[in-house]
């Protein structure tokens, strides 16, 4: 069974730094691309970022260009972002979602279940 | 950046009843669009990629349409556990995706 488990989620001042961690399993987590997406609360998805299936390439939103880092192990099938410079506007449920390729189509056929990063004073 | 635009943003229905939602993008995608569903404190759901496919386990009652810049979709006959808000998302930038800014259906 495919699962992801994000997890680093929390309070965190303006300015300050997290962490966030998606464990997967169930898969070869090796083979697959792998972004990020964010909900701000009672607001629709936003991607965040994307890392190729071996971490060669690399891809920001915007709002995060600069602040935020994707990365991932594939020897410990985990995906991370390192979210720095963080603001209020930032607050959201971050999920980890696994991209699909099937037959030239790119789909997110399986997500996390979500980590709430709050960033307030 | 594609944009992507949903209408209608909220949506009011009755079980039994038909219903489409439309989404609708900045520039032509070709069929590059997938469809999620998402309940209440719960992850988005795949129910459809490539525009018309079905992804696995999902109810035939789901429906996808469309090509370029119009897509459509379409629960043929809603039941009680379909309330929910539905994303489309465009994945033509694939690196780059983007999303409709969500269509809530309720109750009516």
């Known amino acids: 069974e495919v699962q992801l488990v994000e997890s680093g989620g929390g309070l965190v001042q303006p300015g300050g730094s997290l962490r966030l961690s998606c464990a997967a399993s169930g898969f070869t987590f090796s083979s697959y691309e792998m972004n990020w997406v964010r909900q701000a609360p009672g607001k629709g998805l936003e991607w965040v970022s994307y890392i190729s299936s071996s971490g060669s390439t690399i891809y920001y939103a915007d709002s995060v260009k600069g602040r935020f880092t994707i990365s991932r192990d594939n020897a410990k099938n985990s995906l991370y972002l390192q979210m720095n410079s963080l603001r209020a506007e930032d607050t959201a449920v971050y999920y980890c979602a696994r991209a699909k390729v099937y037959r030239g189509w790119y789909f997110f056929d399986y997500w996390g279940q979500g980590t709430l990063v709050t960033v307030s004073s | ?108």
């Not at chain 2, 349409?65 to 994945?91: K, N, R, V």
Request: proline share 5%.
């Open chain 2, 1 to 108: 950046d594609i944009q992507m635009t949903q209408s209608p943003s909220s949506l009011s229905a009755s079980v039994g009843d038909r219903v489409t939602i439309t989404c609708r993008a900045s520039q032509s995608i070709s069929s590059y669009l997938n469809w999620y569903q998402q309940k209440p404190g719960k992850a988005p759901k795949l129910l459809i990629y490539a525009a018309s496919s079905l992804q696995s386990g999902v109810p035939s009652r789901f429906s996808g349409s469309g090509s370029g810049t119009d897509f459509t979709l379409t629960i043929s006959s809603l039941q009680p556990e379909d309330f929910a808000t539905y994303y489309c998302q465009q994945s033509y930038s694939t690196l780059r995706v983007t999303f409709g800014q969500g269509t809530k259906l309720e109750i009516k």
